[in-house]
C-alpha cells in the first residue's frame, strides 16, 4: 500500500465529533471532488473518487450526517484510468441545497462561491477539518530524492491561494505552485509534513511515515559511506599504480637499494602492499611514519624517478 492510500485509508475512517467540524471536512470534499448540475426544477449534485474509502466518507456524511438521499456508481477501469472511480449522485432536494448553503458551496442566494469558505474555519479544529477534507479530496505525499513532497492540488487558482494562508495560519511553511494544467499547494519539509499529519488526524499514518524517514536516512547514510569508501579505494588504487610506476623506473636505473633507507624500505613495503592505503604503509615501516610523512616520501620518490626520465639519452 502507498503512502498516500494508507494515510486516506485511514483519515477516512476518522468521524469527527463536533459538526462544525463535519461541515467543513464536507465543504472541502464538495469544493475538490464535487460539481453542480442545474437541472430544471432543481440542482444535482455529482461527486467522485478512486479511492474506496474516501468515497464511503462522502457518503457517510452526506447520507448519515446530512441526511441527504444519493446515489454510488462505481465505474470500472478504463485506458486512461487504472482504477475504478467512485461517483456519488446526490439528486435535487431540499436538504442538499440547505447543506450546500450550509457550508458555503452556495452563498444564500444560491450563487457558486469559489475560495476557502473562511466563516467556517473560526477554530483550529474546523481549519484542520477543511484541510483534511482537502487532501483526501485532492492530496497526495511522495518520497523524492531529497526527501518528500505533499500537496493537495486543484485547478482553482483562488482557492489554491486561500488554501496556502490556510495552512500557514496552522503555522506550515506551504508554498504555491502554478502548473500547466493547476495549482498546488505544498509541504517539503518533513517535519512539516509529520506534523500535518497530526494536525489532520492521521497519527498511525505519521508513524508509518516517521519509520519510513528513518530507513530513509539509514540508506541515505549507508549510500554514502559506500560511496565514500569506494572513492578513497579508487584515488588509493590509482596512487598506488603511480607510485609503483615510478619505484620500478627507479630500481631499473640506480636501483632501489641507493636509495637513503627511508625511501629504500618505503619502496619495498609498497611493491610488496600494492593494495595498502598509505596510513597502513606507514605502519608497516620499522619506525612507523604518519600519513603525512609517507606521502612526503613518495613526493620525493617520484622526484627522482622524473629526474631520472630526464636523463635518459634520447
Known amino acids: 500500500m502507498s503512502l ?5 485509508d485511514e483519515l477516512a475512517h476518522l468521524k469527527p465529533r463536533k459538526k462544525c467540524d463535519r461541515l467543513a471536512e ?5 469544493r475538490l471532488t464535487g460539481s453542480l448540475h442545474l437541472k430544471q426544477g432543481g440542482l444535482d449534485l ?3 473518487s478512486p479511492v474506496p474509502a474516501v468515497a464511503r466518507k462522502i457518503l457517510v456524511l452526506l447520507k ?5 438521499d444519493v446515489e454510488v456508481v462505481a465505474e470500472p477501469p478504463s485506458l486512461k484510468k487504472h482504477r475504478p472511480n467512485y461517483i456519488i449522485t446526490a439528486p435535487t432536494q431540499a436538504a442538499l441545497v440547505y447543506t450546500l448553503k450550509k457550508a458555503r458551496i452556495l452563498d444564500e442566494d444560491g450563487n457558486l462561491t469559489r475560495g476557502v469558505p473562511y466563516e467556517l474555519l473560526n477554530n483550529r479544529c474546523c481549519q484542520a477539518a477543511y484541510v483534511r477534507g482537502a487532501w483526501l479530496a485532492a492530496g497526495s505525499i511522495t518520497s523524492t530524492a531529497h526527501g518528500y513532497h505533499l500537496e493537495i492540488s486543484t ?5 489554491a491561494e486561500d488554501m496556502l494562508t490556510v495552512l500557514e495560519e496552522l503555522g506550515f511553511p506551504a508554498k504555491l505552485n502554478e502548473r500547466a494544467k493547476d495549482y498546488a499547494v505544498y509541504l517539503t519539509d518533513a517535519d512539516s509534513i509529520s506534523d500535518f499529519l497530526t494536525i489532520v488526524g492521521a497519527h498511525q499514518s505519521r508513524l508509518e511515515f516517521e519509520n519510513r524517514r ?3 536516512a539509514l540508506k541515505s547514510q549507508v549510500n554514502r559511506v559506500v560511496n565514500a569508501e569506494a572513492a578513497n579505494l579508487r584515488k588509493t588504487a590509482s596512487a598506488s599504480v603511480n607510485q609503483i610506476k615510478d619505484i620500478k623506473e627507479i630500481e631499473r636505473q640506480i636501483g632501489v637499494g641507493s636509495l637513503p633507507t627511508a625511501l629504500s624500505e618505503l619502496a619495498r613495503a609498497r611493491l610488496r602492499h600494492p593494495e595498502a592505503t598509505t596510513a597502513e604503509l606507514g605502519e608497516l615501516l620499522a619506525e612507523p611514519a604518519s600519513k603525512s610523512a609517507v606521502n612526503h616520501r613518495f613526493r ?4 627522482i624517478a622524473r629526474d631520472l626520465e630526464r636523463q635518459l639519452p634520447v
Open 4 to 8: 498516500t492510500t494508507g494515510i486516506k
Open 26 to 30: 464536507l465543504s472541502a470534499l464538495v
Open 46 to 48: 455529482t461527486m467522485a
Open 64 to 68: 448519515d450526517i446530512f441526511d441527504i
Open 155 to 159: 485547478s482553482n487558482g483562488e482557492l
Open 214 to 216: 528513518i530507513i530513509k
Open 300 to 303: 620525493r620518490l617520484r622526484a
